[in-house]
């Protein structure tokens, strides 16, 4: 992604879990790319990995304690001076501390005194995540204006598995990233929504080796899962082509290959979303004709290859509009399209995007320009948003999970006033 320009000044506060080890990816991640980082454990963190290890990652001294180099300070400085704060992991205990106010170590002081961005990963055991006293200290956070994040599922320590897993620590990074570029990419605005995504291209079969596909990596619909989910909805991700990424910590992720077998679990589970957004490169034509065997080059140099008869692929954004003006979609819900483009004799990127908005129908359209080595594979994006009424948002170039925090602004002041059962 695109770094800031600016050298940021981050703290990573490291609670006492077994998690601990992964905040060392975390602070590589956040040194890489040229911030300054302060590491700051409690003292429970130090049990799991010591201090030396923190020290030297960050380059910077690590200590639990409020007295400790006293003449700066560091109790109301470290958290004043911060341009960013992730607490990962953040630990029931942790976050009972910081809701309640509490400064009894350097770390909870300076969650205190810092007015930057302030972001907690949580990570426990699942029955200490569902308690319900946990889970009012998180809602006690968020009305503070801190972002914390849902856990994941998974392995747990033992033989648990369940959520309460940590995030991977290149989710958790690629958030405090987007939070540096503009700290309020991360409302908690999305709480209760029912969020459909696709992601990723199509594969149509010509026979058992070879398909017609496309170029999509599908980054652009996994950072809109990411985002949404960090936002509070709870996001079902349809995932086609999207080669070695993973689902974002709180996402119900579905694989598909085809087509009409996206057709298929789109149609199927629209009914019970609040937003549909069609972020896969969706293939427009299949073989009529899928061989049972590989195809071969018949002999000879000047051998003819068969012809390919194509059909058409059913149109997924258009049938949605359809179905909502017959009621099988809910009347309120936003349904957000993508429009992948390239200029030609007829127009340029934009007037085919604006053609396109006006043909499907749907509440708003994301367009960007492709080609040349932009958007698809890239970690950077940029385009615009079309909306129905006529509005139209330049989207400047930036990380595509920037990207997809702005279009999420879009969709949130649209469902404005709509439903939220």
Not at 62 to 81: S, Y
Not at 98 to 120: F, N, S
Not at 290 to 318: F, S, Y
Not at 325 to 349: C, K, M, Q, Y
Request: overall charge negative.
């Amino acid at each position: 992604m695109t770094a800031p320009a600016a050298r940021s000044r981050i703290v990573v506060g490291v609670g006492g879990g077994i998690a601990a080890y992964k905040a060392c990816s975390l602070i590589r991640h956040f040194t890489e790319a040229g911030h300054s980082v302060r590491v700051i454990p409690t003292r429970s963190a130090l049990e799991f990995v010591g201090a030396a290890t923190f020290e030297a990652l960050s380059g910077n001294p690590v200590t639990p304690e409020v007295f400790a180099d006293v003449e700066h300070v560091p109790h109301v400085r470290l958290g004043q001076e911060a341009d960013l704060v992730v607490v990962a992991p953040a630990t029931a205990d942790l976050m009972a501390r910081a809701a309640a106010g509490r400064a009894d170590d350097l770390l909870t002081a300076t969650l205190l005194t810092a007015r930057c961005p302030v972001v907690y990963a949580p990570a426990m055991h699942t029955e200490m995540w569902e308690h319900p006293a946990t889970q009012a200290n998180v809602a006690t956070l968020r009305a503070h204006g801190a972002t914390v994040l849902r856990p994941a599922s998974g392995r747990l320590t033992g033989r648990d598995s369940g959520a309460g897993r940590l995030p991977e620590p290149s989710e958790i990074g690629l958030l405090g990233d987007v939070l540096l570029e503009r700290p309020d990419a991360l409302p908690f605005d999305l709480a209760g929504r029912r969020v459909l995504i696709s992601a990723g291209g199509t594969r149509e079969p010509l026979d058992p080796v070879r398909f017609l596909g496309n170029r999509s990596s599908g980054k652009q619909g996994f950072a809109l899962a990411r985002a949404a989910t960090h936002r509070g909805a709870d996001v079902t991700l349809v995932a086609g082509t999207a080669t070695g990424l993973e689902a974002p910590s709180g996402v119900e992720r579905v694989d598909i290959t085809t087509a009409e077998q996206l057709s298929t679990e789109i149609t199927t589970r629209a009914a019970d979303a609040d937003v549909v957004i069609m972020a896969a490169a969706v293939a427009d034509f299949r073989p009529v004709h899928v061989a049972t065997a590989k195809i071969k080059k018949e002999p000879g140099a000047d051998a003819t290859p068969t012809p390919i008869e194509l059909a058409t692929n059913p149109d997924i954004l258009r049938g949605l509009v359809a179905a909502r003006s017959a009621g099988d979609v809910a009347a309120d819900t936003v349904i957000v399209g993508f429009a992948a483009e390239t200029g030609d004799e007829r127009g340029g990127v934009l007037d085919h995007g604006r053609e396109k908005l006006a043909r499907k129908g749907c509440d708003l359209l994301v367009v960007n320009a492709v080609g040349d080595g932009k958007a698809f594979g890239t970690d950077d994006n940029t385009g615009w948003v079309l909306a129905s009424t006529g509005a139209e948002t330049a989207l400047p170039l930036g990380s595509k999970t920037l990207m997809a925090s702005r279009i999420l602004d879009a969709v949130t002041a649209l469902l404005s006033g709509r439903r939220t059962d």
